[in-house]
């Protein structure tokens, strides 16, 4: 399987904790995406990655929350003294990071529970 | 703000029927679309994009409508089966090509 894959699936942990996720894009793609999704909304942009490089961070990324992709290949999300508002769904999306080339490939996600 | 809207969150079609899940914006530098479909407990995977220099992309049983000057997208899948029972994201791909998604469409087609 090439695709795009996340670890964990699921996390529960209690307000206050560190959690981290990784994703792992399909090898060839330059371009490494996060998303977060709430219940009964569409996914929201939270930060991304052309090779190791963060060239992007929404204003949803608050300084709780960090993102490396070290040698450009996995990315790690990090969120510290996490609360029960972070409860959601983290997706990771690669690319090619054309300039033509809008799609992305989505990881199946990381369903965050803060108690 | 929401720069992409769907603003219904839920369909009902009997299977063969036609689905229509449309698609609003209000961002004029748009210029691309890309429709994805959400199964429970997956990502969301690419079904069809259209850019704004068309009026209609097709693929297979599925068709995406762009009007531009309505800011307006639609998409059609007939006939509807019900492996198509999925939510059904609109996107927009702006700066860095991040996408901005709208709510999402819950599609159900019954047999």
């Known amino acids: 399987d090439t695709g795009v894959s996340q670890d964990p699936r699921h996390k529960i942990t209690k307000r206050g904790q560190n959690v981290t996720f990784r994703c792992d894009p399909i090898s060839e793609h330059n371009r490494l995406y996060w998303y977060r999704q709430t219940l009964g909304q569409g996914p929201e942009f939270l930060t991304y990655f052309q090779n190791e490089a963060q060239l992007e961070k929404s204003r949803l990324l608050s300084d709780r929350f960090s993102a490396e992709r070290p040698k450009g290949s996995f990315s790690t999300l990090e969120i510290q003294r996490t609360e029960q508002g972070d409860s959601a769904m983290y997706l990771c999306a690669s690319s090619l990071g054309r300039r033509s080339s809008y799609e992305q490939y989505f990881g199946p996600g990381t369903r965050l529970t803060v108690t | 703000d929401q720069q992409v809207k769907q603003n219904s969150p839920s369909l009902s079609v009997q299977e063969g029927r036609i689905s229509i899940l449309n698609c609003d914006y209000t961002n004029s530098m748009f210029d691309y679309f890309l429709w994805y479909k959400k199964y429970p407990a997956e990502g969301p995977t690419f079904l069809i994009s259209?850019?704004?220099?068309?009026d209609k992309n097709e693929d297979g049983r599925f068709t995406v409508f762009l009007n531009k000057s309505a800011k307006h997208l639609s998409l059609h899948i007939v006939p509807s089966q019900p492996g198509d029972s999925a939510v059904y994201f609109c996107?927009?791909?702006?700066?860095?090509?991040?996408?901005?998604f709208g709510g999402g469409t819950r599609v159900l087609v019954k047999p």
């Open positions: 259209i850019s704004s220099i068309k």
């Open positions: 996107a927009a791909p702006s700066a860095g090509n991040k996408l901005t």
